[in-house]
């Protein structure tokens, strides 16, 4: 099993530039989540899906937009890339919302 | 009151010593405790978890003490061995609402050998 896939892993992107970063899980989970990563700030919940066709934002959904069609992928869209959204993203996924989240490794994204 | 609030921000332990991360909340209504370490370049990864009807809950190695009157919690980590270097991160997570985990800033650690 893959478990949460993330791609890319590494992306470099000019201000103002669009992107999609993928997510993907093959554990047929219904919950899954977008978080950011800051040095010495911990993981910050962007966005949140807990079913197809249903997402809802968390503690810091500015400058991100997300969709789930389906229940194995879970696409965050940053329109306007901005210095401040440089950070780690990382995706992860649940059975439901009081089990375990299981996370990708991550996708590294410099603004510049 | 969402916060929580871990420490410390760094730790050295030798090999073989014990290796105490603390984490504190402010909000009762949480009821669902893990832990998670994280290898640099990959993401975290469930180590242990704890609920509060419990005061303490030991895997191998690792293990979890939580204190629900002073609202604090933390992770033990028995014989620490170079492997167990890593960043670990506590959260919480109220199981009857939205299941949104509130994270702490993290604790890095090093075990020297």
């Known amino acids: 099993n893959a478990g949460v896939t993330q791609t890319p892993k590494f992306r470099i992107l000019k201000i103002g530039q669009s992107m999609t970063l993928q997510c993907a899980q093959d554990m047929n989970h219904n919950y899954m989540y977008w978080y950011r990563q800051d040095p010495g700030m911990g993981l910050k919940l962007i966005y949140y899906s807990v079913g197809a066709g249903i997402t809802d934002k968390g503690e810091v959904p500015n400058g991100y937009n997300v969709s789930r069609s389906t229940t194995e992928d879970f696409p965050l869209r940053l329109e306007l890339a901005a210095p401040s959204q440089t950070s780690v993203y990382f995706c992860?996924?649940?059975?439901?919302?009081?089990?375990?989240?299981?996370f990708g490794d991550g996708t590294r994204l410099s603004i510049l | 009151q969402q916060q929580v609030k871990q420490s410390p921000q760094s730790l050295i332990v030798q090999k073989g010593g014990i290796s105490i991360i603390n984490c504190a909340y402010e909000n009762t209504a949480f009821d669902y405790f893990p832990w998670y370490q994280q290898f640099p370049g990959k993401g975290p990864a469930l180590l242990i978890a704890?609920?509060?009807?419990?005061s303490e809950k030991k895997e191998g190695r690792f293990t979890i003490s939580f204190n629900k009157s002073a609202k604090q919690f933390s992770l033990h980590i028995m014989d620490s061995q170079p492997g167990d270097s890593a960043t670990y991160f506590c959260a919480a997570s109220i199981t009857s609402g939205t299941y949104k985990y509130i994270f702490g800033t993290g604790t890095r650690l090093k075990v020297l050998a």
């Open positions: 704890i609920r509060p009807d419990v």
């Open positions: 992860a996924s649940s059975r439901t919302g009081g089990q375990p989240q299981h």
